[in-house]
């Protein structure tokens, strides 16, 4: 939340607006227990049992580009995170979405896939935002709050492409070294994402989820 700062003479109404935001802010914090589970839930889990690979490296449409990227759960905090590799110079930033914004992302890739197939039956090709999504980005050692801008391209050959636009991002962190995320476009083939769309959804989320507690419950059980 961006902390706003009112003269004396507004003194009342930034009281007034402070509360509006403080409760605007404890219900964007409120973990969605019906999809990942309870606090006692996630607390009964270890950092490295609360992270669940849900598919890895799949690549951009230009093999030489070197991009591999994967998805992931982490139930502790209720988020979604897509770790990308920059193989060519080594480099590692992960993208995490709230429980909010993953729900509109879910929406988002839905409305994509609608597009490819309505574009197909019309033999329409364009280029064109869907969406923009907020994000949260851990880029070497630095820490930034930004959007990504998903767009429909079909321009090229008729393929349908899924691009991925990272928008300029303020960084900052401790032992951040970087003012900013430059911001980077990458392109997707919509046949390589389009497998990935189910697993942002809130029933797939809960059954990946409820196997992990499940598992850990008998593992407890069972070893006493």
């Not at 992270?51 to 139930?75: A, C, D, M």
């Amino acid at each position: 939340m961006r902390y706003i700062t009112i003269l004396a003479l507004l003194f009342n109404c930034a009281v007034s607006s402070s509360d509006i935001k403080k409760t605007e802010a404890k219900k964007e914090k409120v973990r969605n227990s019906a999809v990942w589970g309870t606090e006692e839930d996630a607390a009964s889990l270890s950092l490295e049992e609360s992270i669940v690979f849900v598919s890895s490296n799949f690549s951009t449409i230009n093999p030489y580009e070197k991009i591999q990227t994967s998805l992931s759960y982490y139930i502790h905090n209720g988020e979604v995170h897509l770790t990308t590799f920059l193989l060519y110079n080594a480099t590692v930033f992960s993208i995490s979405f709230d429980d909010n914004s993953r729900n509109e992302l879910y929406n988002c890739l839905n409305k994509f896939d609608e597009w490819a197939i309505k574009a197909k039956k019309n033999n329409d090709e364009f280029r064109k935002e869907v969406c923009q999504i907020p994000m949260s980005m851990d880029f070497s050692f630095c820490k930034g709050n930004g959007n990504i801008k998903f767009s429909f391209d079909n321009t090229i050959n008729s393929d349908v492409v899924l691009i991925f636009g990272i928008s300029k991002t303020p960084l900052n962190g401790d032992k951040c070294n970087k003012e900013e995320f430059s911001g980077e476009d990458f392109r997707y083939s919509w046949n390589t994402w389009k497998p990935l769309v189910k697993h942002f959804s809130d029933e797939l989320i809960k059954k990946s989820v409820g196997a992990v507690y499940l598992k850990k419950k008998k593992i407890n059980a069972t070893y006493k």
